[in-house]
């Protein structure tokens, strides 16, 4: 619209509404249109911004309460660790340590949400557990159960075992089996020993609590220990069954300490060499018995 059309219309308007001549023009009233132009233009445009900004705020916090949702209600994926013929440190999700014997399995979730710190043990492990008073961590070894806030422990349980064996090296352990629920409560320097057969959970001793640690530093010592454990702890460490053929054999009682990189055939020898008893191989194993 140029100016000329603009005036013409502006003087219809005048005469039509008997305004004073002369009072309003193109030349003075355009700019002020434009003006007001520019401003009605900014403001849509403001609102126009509002409404996208608003828009777009509400499509991000349908997209944070669908997330939410999901990490609440969605199951948390599991991670597995087996070790199999190694010794093996993990970091979980919270910060605590565990240390993994050989042929060892750990199963945790990648993220801890639950109230409950829970993870899943067969074989050995020791732990090294991040303190969090309103997180219990839990670990379950088959029908045992060990609860602690922040502590360090090992927990024994290989299947072929009889025993599930918890030894508490610092803090306090709660132990306790799906069978009475009642828990055992370990100080430092001592055992709950859980007996598969008969069902039962009992406290031991464990005056050298720091020796059934000493696998992970890759070392097997045994002080005045019975031939029918160093016999079950060779099975367990090299995954390769150890019998005791002779039960006249299984309270001998001898001392020894062997690094677990050394090869079972050798130890095997030098215990033969240093009780006189018979070792032989068989297809699933070594039978330790009398020599005849």
């Given at each position: ?6 005036d ?32 009605f ?13 608003g ?52 199963t ?49 349980a ?41 069902g ?44 005791i ?19 079972l ?28």
């Amino acid at each position: 619209m140029n100016e000329n059309h603009f005036d013409r219309i502006l003087d219809r308007l005048i005469a039509s509404t008997r305004s004073p001549q002369g009072r309003y023009s193109a030349q003075s009233t355009w700019p002020l249109l434009q003006q007001r132009l520019r401003d009605f233009n900014r403001r849509r445009r403001y609102i126009l911004w509002l409404r996208a900004a608003g828009a777009a705020a509400c499509l991000a916090l349908a997209f944070l309460a669908g997330w939410l949702i999901r990490q609440t209600w969605m199951p948390v994926p599991m991670e597995t660790v087996n070790t199999l013929a190694e010794v093996r440190t993990l970091h979980l999700p919270d910060g605590s340590e565990v240390t993994l014997n050989h042929y060892s399995t750990l199963t945790y979730p990648k993220r801890f949400k639950d109230k409950e710190r829970q993870v899943t043990l067969e074989g050995e492990a020791r732990f090294d557990v991040a303190r969090d008073t309103l997180h219990p961590f839990i670990v379950q070894a088959e029908a045992v159960r060990v609860q602690v806030l922040g502590t360090h422990f090992n927990v024994e349980a290989y299947k072929a075992d009889r025993q599930v064996k918890t030894t508490l090296l610092e803090g306090r352990v709660a132990v306790s089996t799906g069978q009475t629920g009642e828990a055992l409560i370990l100080s430092p320097g001592e055992n709950a020993i859980y007996d598969k057969q008969t069902g039962t959970l009992a406290h031991a001793p464990a005056p050298r609590a720091a020796d059934e640690v000493l696998w992970t530093r890759g070392i097997l010592r045994f002080d005045q220990e019975t031939l029918e454990e160093i016999a079950r702890q060779l099975s367990n460490a090299y995954h390769t069954e150890v019998c005791i053929a002779d039960d006249s054999l299984r309270q001998y009682r001898m001392t020894a300490t062997f690094r677990t990189d050394e090869r079972l055939e050798y130890i095997l020898g030098l215990l033969q060499e240093a009780t006189g008893f018979d070792c032989r191989a068989e297809r699933n194993g070594y039978i330790i018995d009398n020599k005849q």
